[in-house]
């Protein structure tokens, strides 16, 4: 197949990865990519990936037969539309689909609609709503954008006046969400969806605050490890867990969005925070979450093209489950000085090749740029070591060995990615 994958973090460089495992001879081209996705596809350089019409044009003048959107920001932009409009296969939901990630406030609507479990929340549109809110709901306060924050326009809190300061920064363009603090572990499932059948992949768990011990500000995701030992003790098997996530979650929102009129072809990622009461939805995006991806995809042992195609064609009924490896994996990210605040950026990176060289690992570029001989850092989260192993001891020492063989001028990492499970 000739594949266009959109975006170029180390999301897409872990979708291009799986694609070309399969040994399929798949052409794979990316717009933009990055310095690592470069060694495995063909950038495409001058294609603006959040352009619908040209993203279509191109795909159409060069007979693409699968597009794959990796972020949030063309989906919202509609790319997908305009693809879907010419009939050209594409993994990633239309424009109003895509709500679901885009407006928290369209999310709670469809999932009070569709009866599936949530905390509760509240939307405050000036100073005043706002502060009755926080006072309903107490501490520890939950004030959250209700756009696309890229994972940072959320705030957990005990300080009022933080929450309040947090809010007020949004509140200038539009209302916020105050909402029900949940609590209890984490866990990202993600579904492949052709707008009526579900797919669910392996779970995984990401660690979202910048610093050790979850502490500091909300970032993308600073690691994350898959599949989730700890599961088994709390539903009897990981089977039976995303057996009720299928059922309570992904499948009632398929079907409601199906009714709307605005069906879901593309990745359902399902933020979960699994309380003594039950699952709870935190939140849900409209495309493959990242770091995530790098774990999950770094397992599956079955074809990513057949079924991203077979959700792009309305096939998936009819398409095999998913297969993953019983091989564990662990990622950490490494991440510029200043992230996720202020990065600096433009440093040259030393080391990956011999990271890289590391059993078991490889590593997913995030925001990275080769000038000459030079390999520099572009971004916040700069690239993904990805370690597989055969016990989560084993891949976090193999990941943790690798990043010590590489060099940034002021990075940071969390030294704690997988630890408490790595006596499994
Ligand atoms: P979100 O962007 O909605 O995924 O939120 C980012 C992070 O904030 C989540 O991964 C949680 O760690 C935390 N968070 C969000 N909503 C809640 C909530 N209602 N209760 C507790 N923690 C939350
Ligand atoms: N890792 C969180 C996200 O992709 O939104």
Known sequence: MRILVLGSGAREHAIVLALAAEGAGHEIRVAPGNAGIAETATLVADLDPNSPAAVAGYANTESIDLVVIGPEAPLVAGVADALRE???????????????????????RVMDAA????????RAHDRAELEEALDEYGSPFVVKAD??????????????????????????????????????PEVSLFFVSDGDTVRALSPAQDFKRAYDGDEGPNTGGMGAYSPIPWLADRFGSEADFVAEVTRTV???????????????????????????????VIEFNARF?????????????????SLLMSAASGTLETEPAPTFSNDVAVTVVLASEGYP???????PLGGVDAAEGSEGVHIAHAATRREGDELLATGGRVLNVVALGATFREARERAYHALGEIT??????RTDIAAQVSND
């Open 115 to 122: 009866g599936v479990p949530t905390g509760r929340a509240t």
């Open 341 to 347: 605040e202020a990065p600096v950026t433009g440093r």
């Open 250 to 280: 992904a499948e009632p929102v398929v079907r409601r969005l199906d009714e709307e009129g605005t069906p879901f072809i593309g990745l359902l990622y399902a933020g979960l925070i699994l309380t003594d009461d039950g699952i709870r």
């Open 408 to 413: 940034l001028e002021g990075s940071h990492h």
């Open 289 to 305: 979450g990242d770091p995530e991806t790098q774990v999950v995809l770094a397992r599956l042992t079955s074809p990513l093209s």
């Open 147 to 184: 756009g696309l924050a890229a994972g940072k326009g959320v705030i957990v809190t005990e300080d009022r006046d933080a929450a309040l300061a947090h809010a007020d920064g949004y509140l200038a363009s539009g209302p916020v969400l105050v909402e029900e603090f949940l609590s209890g």
């Open 86 to 108: 010419r009939g050209i296969p594409v993994f990633g939901p239309g424009k109003a689909a895509a709500r679901l990630e885009g407006s928290k406030a369209f999310a709670k």
